[in-house]
């Protein structure tokens, strides 16, 4: 225990993160094991996790709320791609419904995790955020809901010539509240999907809006709400009309995905016809809106009612694709020569991902390397007993995954209780597997990342499913199986589990 630590206590479960996986993990745990006590911590004042941190204008899903929600909780807007204070409202009413907002403990974070095997648990050193005071939560689970990026602090390449520019220069991830940009000239550079939700809700008032792009993204408008929920709750009822397009629409996602992946040409005709149709008549739609990748290489851009296009149509918002040569006291100076004056420049040029919510663990005295271990079933890491971490879709709505990790990790404790083992262990068979990236998935926050993420193996378990159709496949058969180890503390401190089953690594 760390010599700085305080008091002790005890909880079979440790949720890491009060946003909409922690909170959606935690439903289920309370629904199907309500003799388990869990426990919330949120590092953070608030819950809600992303739709509570992020504040600039416009900020929204870019899936549909019907496959975004919870299966659990119907969502009963008609507006399918929902703006952030819909979202973080619906995620808070879920928590005070089922009292899960009485179990979540704020200000506090999770500095490391060490699990003993002759204890079957894990030792979890905590700081309050206040006081700086340090205590040790015990728990023989720990789940990682903490998502997948840093919540201190945006990713913004170096521009040369920063310094010089008067006006202010904003990562969304820090938006200000009493910034004024009305009436100002505003640059935003990146093209991913916050800049494409700032542009139109920013043109809006600013005297003009510039994307400002080193490739283009693609964009795909879809509807704002959702006609075919309509028609089905008027006949079959919110709850049925609900689960009825929930199953449509993540079939559909499913179908694009695989569209785009078998017939990338095909697809990529398809999304520039839609943008040619919503832009100016002879605009250049392959030198701002063709990109250099395939269709879902990287997450593609959705536009509700193609907003994106409206004010590049009304004159209010343009698209420039160059590199940037540096910053100038009045804006951006690009190589080609071109300069784009500015009052305000927007940085939405990504995130700073990271693997297992930024603590460290350690089991039985080893410390845990996340890139020298195996994915297992998406869920767990090779070697690393009674540990689950939530990680979503990137061509899916997050959300879809936390429900069947939540029903799967339910069902195993259960299979663990009637047998009376307290730890599961992955452990991979073959020494020589294959090991592939955490995700195969080009967009730059992930690559630049990839050196601190768990890989996926060369076959099942140990493959990321790339669909939640996939995933449900995997996750509703058995718990069990000879690549997850069970045991049981035994008195004196011994393990039922051999040294082999112990050894980290991959597996």
């Known amino acids: 225990m760390d010599a700085a630590a305080g008091h002790q206590e005890f909880i079979d479960v440790l949720i ?6 922690g909170i959606g993990v935690a439903y289920y745990l309370q629904r199907d094991h309500p003799g388990r006590r869990y426990l919330i911590v949120e590092a953070r004042g608030a819950s809600g996790g992303t739709w509570d941190l992020f504040r600039y204008p416009g900020v929204r899903s870019d899936s549909d709320l019907h496959t975004f929600g919870y299966e659990f909780r119907p969502w009963r807007s008609e507006v399918a791609i929902a703006d952030s204070a819909s979202i973080l409202a619906y995620v808070r009413e879920t928590a005070a419904e089922h009292g899960i907002d009485r179990n979540i403990r704020y200000h506090v974070t999770v500095i490391s995790a060490s699990w003993s095997s002759s204890d079957a648990q894990w030792s979890v050193t905590v700081q309050d955020a206040a006081t700086g005071a340090r205590s040790v939560i015990m ?3 720990l789940l ?4 997948y990026y840093r919540y201190d602090e945006g990713f913004t390449p170096r521009f040369a010539g920063r310094e010089r520019f008067a006006g202010p220069v904003i990562h969304p991830q820090h938006w200000p509240e009493d910034l004024d940009y009305a009436g100002k000239r505003v640059v935003v550079i990146g093209s991913g999907a916050t800049a494409v939700t700032l542009i139109p809700a920013m043109a809006r008032t600013a005297a003009h809006v510039t994307m400002l792009q080193r490739t283009p993204s693609y964009v795909l408008p879809v509807p704002s709400r959702d006609a075919v929920n309509a028609r089905l709750t008027a006949w079959f009822g919110a709850s ?3 689960s009825m397009t929930r199953w449509i629409n993540a079939s559909r996602q499913v179908v694009l995905w695989r569209f785009c992946q078998k017939h990338p040409k095909a697809a990529r005709r398809l999304i520039r016809y839609l943008n040619a149709r919503m832009l100016p008549e002879d605009y250049p739609v392959d030198e701002h809106f063709n990109p250099p990748y395939d269709p879902w290489d990287q997450r593609m851009c959705i536009v509700p009612d193609g907003d994106l296009f409206r004010v590049i149509r009304d004159g209010k918002a343009s698209v420039v694709t160059g590199h940037i040569e540096t910053f100038t006291e009045n804006g951006v100076q690009l190589l080609d020569g071109r300069r784009l004056e500015a009052d305000i420049i927007v940085t939405a040029t990504g995130l700073n991902v990271q693997a297992l919510g930024g603590m460290s663990l350690t089991v039985d005295g080893s410390p845990v390397h996340a890139p020298d271990h195996f994915i297992y079933k998406g869920m767990m890491l090779s070697g690393v007993p009674n540990f689950v971490f939530v990680f979503g879709y990137t061509n899916a709505s997050w959300t879809l995954k936390v429900g069947s990790l939540s029903e799967h990790l339910c069902r195993l404790l259960t299979y663990m ?3 009376g083992y307290d730890t599961a262990r992955p452990v991979a068979a073959d020494q020589g597997m294959t090991a592939g990236p ?7 926050y992930i690559k630049r990342a990839l050196d601190r993420l768990p890989h996926q193996g060369s076959r099942a378990p140990w493959r990321v499913s790339p669909t939640h159709r996939a995933d449900a496949r995997q996750l509703r058969k058995r ?10 503390a035994m008195p004196g401190g011994s ?5 082999e089953e112990a050894r980290l690594g991959h597996g």
């Open 139 to 141: 728990c023989n689970w």
């Open 240 to 242: 049925r009309g609900y």
């Open 417 to 419: 209780d009637s047998r």
């Open 495 to 499: 393990s039922a589990g051999s040294p």
């Open 144 to 147: 990682c809901a903490a998502g």
């Open 16 to 21: 890491v993160g009060a946003g909409v996986s």
């Open 479 to 488: 718990v069990d199986g000879p690549e997850l180890v069970f045991s049981s």
């Open 438 to 444: 955490f995700l195969d998935f080009q967009a730059g």
